[in-house]
T-cell receptor, first 114, second 114 residues
Framework: GENVEQHPSTLSVQEGDSAVIKCTYS??????FPWYKQELGKRPQLIID?????GEKKDQRIAVTLNKTAKHFSLHITETQPEDSAVYFC?????????????FGQGTILTVHP | NAGVTQTPKFQVLKTGQSMTLQCAQD?????MYWYRQDPGMGLRLIYY???????DKGEVPNGYNVSRLNKREFSLRLESAAPSQTSVYFC?????????????FGDGTRLSIL
């Protein structure tokens, strides 16, 4: 089955700096890669996603890049703000008839210091 | 439009007790999922239902059963609770026609088994 590794497990940055979180996946047929943000005690919420036919996607301060050859994808947050502090999860959906099943990374705790 | 609603929000059980976690969505989604979230392990899929009338095992199904009661509702049952099942449980749903669509999560049920 699919295996997703996420790094780093914790990331501490100063307000205004950029933050990068990286994930690798094992199934070369995986074709959909969402990123979720989870604030303390809250539900995971989708912040951005990318499909395998696209190399990069941006939404304001957030971007995701995908390297299908190397089987890795990354989340980039620019001009970080204290409200960006949360746990971030990457996920991958295997190809074929997987009915949308996602395999999640272990999560990255991002702390943005004012 | 409430999205995905989970009940209860908190529950404490004794070892050996049984319990059903309820999940309902009002977005007319076809697919529904149950995850557990443990510290440092991300979200792990317990069971999923690709469509009304079907259920399948995920990554960690042992000790659990599910019922897709109708299109809206997907319940998770612990027949004989064990301390290892102490976790936060999330239900999610997805539209279904396009497998590359995001999953939407409920607020979670925090379950402690003594």
């Amino acid at each position: 089955g699919e295996n997703v590794e996420q790094h780093p497990s914790t990331l501490s940055v100063q307000e205004g700096d950029s933050a990068v979180i990286k994930c690798t996946y094992s199934d070369s047929a995986s074709n959909y890669f969402p990123w979720y943000k989870q604030e303390l005690g809250k539900r995971p919420q989708l912040i951005i996603d990318i499909r395998s036919n696209v190399g990069e996607k941006k939404d304001q301060r957030i971007a995701v890049t995908l390297n299908k050859t190397a089987k890795h994808f990354s989340l980039h947050i620019t001009e970080t703000q204290p409200e960006d502090s949360a746990v971030y999860f990457c996920a991958a959906k295997a190809g074929g008839t997987s009915y949308g099943k996602l395999t999640f990374g272990q999560g990255t705790i991002l702390t943005v210091h004012p | 439009n409430a999205g995905v609603t989970q009940t209860p929000k908190f529950q404490v059980l004794k070892t050996g007790q049984s319990m059903t976690l309820q999940c309902a969505q009002d977005m007319n989604h076809n697919s529904m999922y149950w995850y557990r979230q443990d510290p440092g392990m991300g979200l792990r899929l317990i069971y999923y239902s690709a469509s009304e009338g079907t259920t399948d095992k995920g990554e960690v199904p042992n000790g659990y059963n599910v019922s897709r009661l109708n299109k809206r509702e997907f319940s998770l049952r612990l027949e004989s609770a064990a301390p290892s099942q102490t976790s936060v449980y999330f239900c999610a749903s997805r539209r279904g026609q396009d497998p590359n669509q995001p999953q939407h999560f409920g607020d979670g049920t925090r379950l402690s088994i003594l």
